[in-house]
């Protein structure tokens, strides 16, 4: 079945750090791959997706997302992040011909002042 | 606005006593779905829908219905709630299953 695994559930980090989230899939055929995010007493909404093309996206907020497809990795990326990040971050991906969407178990993100 | 809109945001109920968390979204989206979510367990899909009338099973289905009569409207049904279906439920729909998910404000239900 296909899975997503995000590592490093919970994140402590001080304001000006570099960030990074990893995300790996199992799924082998053509993906879509998605990161969202969810503040603290929010509904999830979508940071950045990819379909195709550049490997290299950026989203909102800064954040940009790597895409390896060797690795079946979709890793997170933010230079240096705000208090404003503390949230928690979901990594998705559904493939084409598989009606399901699997999201990772998320990655909590405390930015300390 | 675009949106999804969940109702209850916020129910306490007891064993047993059949209850509905009502979803509608008005970008005419095809796809529609119900998570749960659960700390360290992320979310999980219960129930999905590709279209009206056409409706699956997600990873998490037991002691959950929904139906698709219409194109808006999603609900999920609880015939007999248990304590461990308490839980915080989300609604999302996407224009197609590939697509982005849009997400209601979620439902926080408690089962006593």
């Known amino acids: 079945a296909q899975s997503v695994s995000q590592h490093n559930h919970h994140v402590i980090l001080s304001e000006a750090a570099s960030l990074e989230l990893g995300c790996n899939y199992s799924?082998?055929?053509?993906?879509?791959l998605f990161w969202y995010v969810q503040y603290p007493g929010q509904h999830l909404q979508l940071l950045l997706k990819?379909?195709?093309?550049?490997?290299l996206v950026k989203g909102i907020k800064g954040f940009e997302a790597e895409f390896i497809k060797s690795k079946f990795s979709f890793n997170l990326r933010k230079p240096s992040v705000q208090w404003s990040d503390t949230a928690e971050y979901f990594c998705?991906?559904?493939?084409?011909?598989?009606?399901?969407?699997?999201f990772g178990k998320g990655n909590q993100v405390v930015v300390i002042p | 606005e675009a949106q999804v809109t969940q109702n209850p945001r916020y129910l306490i109920t007891v064993t047993g006593k059949k209850l509905t968390v009502t979803c509608s979204q008005n970008?005419?989206?095809?796809?529609m779905s119900w998570y749960r979510q659960d700390p360290g367990l992320g979310l999980r899909q219960i129930y999905y829908?590709?279209?009206?009338?056409?409706?699956d099973k997600g990873d998490v289905p037991e002691g959950y219905k929904v139906s698709r009569k219409e194109k808006r409207n999603f609900p999920l049904i609880l015939e007999s709630p248990s304590p461990n279906q308490t839980s915080l439920y989300f609604c999302?729909?996407?224009?197609?299953?590939?697509?982005?998910?849009?997400f209601g404000e979620g439902s926080r239900l408690t089962v006593l």
């Open positions: 999302a729909s996407s224009p197609r299953l590939t697509g982005e998910l849009f």
């Open positions: 799924y082998g055929g053509t993906v879509n």
């Open positions: 990819y379909f195709s093309g550049d490997p």
């Open positions: 998705a991906v559904t493939s084409y011909g598989n009606n399901r969407l699997a």
């Open positions: 970008m005419n989206h095809e796809y």
């Open positions: 829908s590709m279209n009206v009338e056409v409706t």
